[in-house]
């Protein structure tokens, strides 16, 4: 079946350093993937989406870009905040499906 | 403003009761989506609507039953047949497209705590 595999976290950076989450995904066909972000207490937020192989989707300094080759759609952020500390989810939409299939999350921590 | 909203927020159930959580959507929006969220683990789907008065099963409906009366509410009663309840509960809707980049919105989330 259709699964996502994020790295384990934490992750913990110091201010301004440099961000790579991996992930990667086994489906059928040609999932859409996406990035949600998850503060303390709260819901998921969409962070950026790819909808098609090679596409890159990018937000508040956050990109990602779909790679059918190698089956990954991994997190990057050249400079990362404190306010980014957060926990990050992978996920992607299957052919024919609406709901969507999440890896595991990673949680980041940045530390001033 | 548009958005989701769950109630309540925390919720305390003693073992043996059932117990309903609230989910309103006000982006008309035709899907709505049930995930449970457990410590350290992804979300995972238990039951799903793209209707009102049709739903399908997640991948882990045992325990669970859900109603869709109405285009704007998916309510959530968990049953004394799920055996292990506590957990984050997190509703979402999306907007059916033709697109394969339909966003999921989500809400706040319901902590629910088995006494």
């Known amino acids: 079946g259709d699964s996502v595999t994020q790295m384990e976290g934490p992750v913990t950076l110091s201010e301004e350093a440099f961000l790579t989450i991996n992930c990667t995904y086994t489906a059928t066909g040609y999932p859409s993937l996406f990035w949600y972000v998850q503060y303390p207490g709260e819901g998921l937020q969409l962070l950026l989406k790819a909808t098609k192989a090679d596409d890159k989707g990018s937000n508040k300094g956050f990109e990602a870009t779909y790679r059918k080759e190698t089956t990954s759609f991994h997190l990057e952020k050249g400079s990362v905040q404190v306010s980014d500390s957060a926990v990050y989810f992978c996920?992607?939409?299957?052919?024919?499906?609406?709901?969507?299939?999440f890896g595991s999350g990673t949680r980041l921590q940045v530390q001033p | 403003d548009g958005g989701i909203t769950q109630s309540p927020k925390y919720l305390f159930r003693k073992e043996g009761q059932n117990v309903t959580l609230s989910c309103e959507q006000n982006?008309?929006?035709?899907?709505m989506y049930w995930y449970r969220q457990d410590p350290g683990q992804g979300l995972r789907l238990i039951y799903y609507s793209q209707i009102v008065n049709d739903f399908q099963k997640g991948d882990i409906a045992e325990g669970y039953s859900v109603s869709r009366e109405k285009k704007e509410s998916f309510p959530l009663t968990v049953t004394s047949a799920q055996k292990n309840p506590t957990a984050f509960y997190l509703c979402?809707?999306?907007?059916?497209?033709?697109?394969?980049?339909?966003?999921?919105?989500f809400g706040p989330g319901t902590r629910l705590t088995v006494l």
């Open positions: 979402a809707s999306t907007q059916l497209g033709t697109s394969g980049g339909d966003e999921q919105f």
């Open positions: 996920a992607l939409r299957p052919t024919g499906r609406r709901a969507l299939t």
């Open positions: 982006l008309n929006h035709d899907a």
